[in-house]
């Protein structure tokens, strides 16, 4: 063989060792990915030619199934509930992929999970067509529909936790969408539908009760008054100076309260009574008195800084990272750059209401094949102490306070003794305009106190229907209230 041959069959003999290299890569090692990929319409093709398994709430009324189709695929997504459902049951798209429950417990409802496995063999055995699991939710759609109706056209979000399983109740963000939009088969009206929700005020498509996080204002003293009780130093009775405006130091810029007024004679107030008024410039107090890390400690036993799946992704709430001490009296009543899930919220009253143990938010009951055989049911989890059972006890009484005789009275119910804290979250100028935004309303509670059932948080956007005269206890209070009502029957 003369030279130039010899050099050609190298190269020739490389490219193929190359070839066989990159068709091995893509076979073996990216073949996952590669099927997983959202984008990938082979995988939702082939999927939709099976029977897709139904989402259901937790008394069995569906929230999605496949129905058969004509043409060239078998089955189409549909939603019987529509927007109300529309963002923790997500959308199945051949366009657009999946989302919500859709999306995080696809392989089951497609019947391609590992958990699955001797299911799919037997199939493979007796020639049967591959069907994947039904889910049910631990969502109760009394409860659901409650929190949905209350908060209406508003924008903003509502959760309801069961205290001491973690199950979700009600998971409602609004604006809303619905799934049916974005399921049909029609590829050019699903483009056209999503383009629409894309440029829809409000963005219809983020889930904002888990994807979104707001200041929150002055449901965050709960956690401030628990990490005071924690440290052993501080009683419900203790006496906090409350003046009508709070020196900070290394600014000139005080501290004010809300109305203008000190929060007791001689400017002086317990953490009870600073609780029940919420009297800013007592908790901005107690933020430079109380050590250095004990509220973003007790933030992070509550949960703060964790990204969570429930199964839907849920974004982590933020304490600041090293504030300095003006910073730390501004974090201390919601404000600076605290940052929350409206689920998170919720989970503080949870824990509260727990005795002080949060569990893992839990939206799945259980899981279960087409022949109804159990595949698989989540046993509630602690995610952790966030503070003793004395401090839970401390803090409820304290929250009963706020609705009887206090910032929450709107949350009141007949018969029933609740526990609450209002705020009012101050946002700052977000459009670029120079204006500051209409605060954010807030409402978080716990019902009955004695025996808890149900706790909740609120939270609407810019004041919602009230503008700048809304506030947590006029404004997000009456929907907690009747999310609550909704659970405990009244």
């Known amino acids: ?45 082939a999927e939709l030619g099976r029977d897709r398994g139904a989402i259901t709430a937790a008394d069995g009324s ?38 919500g429950v859709e999306d995080a417990l696809g392989g089951l409802l497609a019947g391609t999970s590992d958990q699955l496995f001797y299911r799919r063999l037997a199939d493979l055995v007796t020639g049967a067509q591959p069907a994947g699991a039904n889910v049910e939710l631990t969502l109760r759609p009394e409860v659901q529909q409650a929190a949905a109706d209350a908060l209406g056209d508003q924008r903003g979000a509502v959760v309801a936790l069961e205290p001491s399983t973690g199950r979700v109740l009600a998971l409602v963000s609004s604006p809303g969408y619905d799934p049916n939009l974005l399921s049909s088969l029609d590829t050019e009206a699903v483009r056209s539908s999503y383009a629409e929700l894309l440029e829809a005020p409000g963005n219809p498509l983020r889930p904002n009760a888990t994807a979104e996080t707001y200041p929150p204002g002055s449901v965050f003293k709960l956690v401030t008054a628990a990490a005071a009780l924690e440290t052993g ?28 007024d000190a929060c007791g004679a001689d400017d002086l107030v317990s953490l009870a009574d600073a609780l029940r008024i919420s009297c800013n410039t007592a908790f901005g107090a107690l933020g430079l008195e109380l050590p250095e890390d004990a509220v973003a400690d007790t933030a992070a036993d509550f949960g703060f800084g964790r990204s969570l799946e429930i199964p839907v992704d849920v974004v982590a709430s933020s304490y600041p990272e090293d504030p300095d001490q003006p910073q730390r009296a ?8 605290v940052r929350v899930t409206p689920l998170q919220v919720a989970m503080v009253s949870a824990g509260i209401a727990n005795g002080g143990v949060v569990m893992q938010p839990q939206l799945v009951g259980q899981v279960r094949a087409q022949d109804l055989s159990l595949v698989d049911a989540p046993e509630p989890r602690e995610l952790g102490r966030a503070v003793s059972a004395g401090t839970a006890a401390s803090l409820t009484e304290m929250m009963q306070l706020v609705v009887t005789d206090g910032t929450g009275t709107s949350a009141a119910i007949d018969g029933v003794a609740v526990a609450g804290k209002s705020g009012t979250a101050e946002v700052g100028d977000t459009d670029g305009d120079g204006e500051p935004e209409d605060p954010h309303a807030w409402f978080t509670a716990f019902a009955p106190a004695d025996d808890p059932q149900v706790a909740v948080a609120v939270v609407v956007e810019n004041g919602g229907d009230a503008g700048s005269e809304a506030s947590g206890g006029r404004t997000a209070a009456p929907v907690a209230r009747q999310v609550m009502e909704a659970v405990v029957g009244r």
């Open 330 to 337: 501004l974090a201390a009543i919601g404000q600076f750059d």
């Open 1 to 45: 063989m003369n030279t130039p041959l010899r050099r050609l069959s190298v190269v020739v003999a490389v490219l193929f060792a190359l070839l066989l290299g990159s068709a091995t890569w893509v076979q073996f090692a990216q073949a996952g990915a590669l099927r997983d990929d959202p984008r990938n319409s082979r995988t939702l093709l």
């Open 233 to 260: 130093g501080y009683t419900p009775d203790s006496v906090l100076p409350g003046p009508a405006v709070l020196d900070l130091p290394l600014t000139d810029v005080g501290l004010p309260n809300v109305t203008g």
């Open 62 to 99: 569906v929230l999605a199934e496949s129905v058969e189709a004509e043409g060239p695929i078998a089955y189409r997504r549909t939603y019987p509930e529509g927007a109300l459902y529309g963002h923790p049951v997500g959308s199945y798209s051949v366009v657009y992929g999946a989302t």
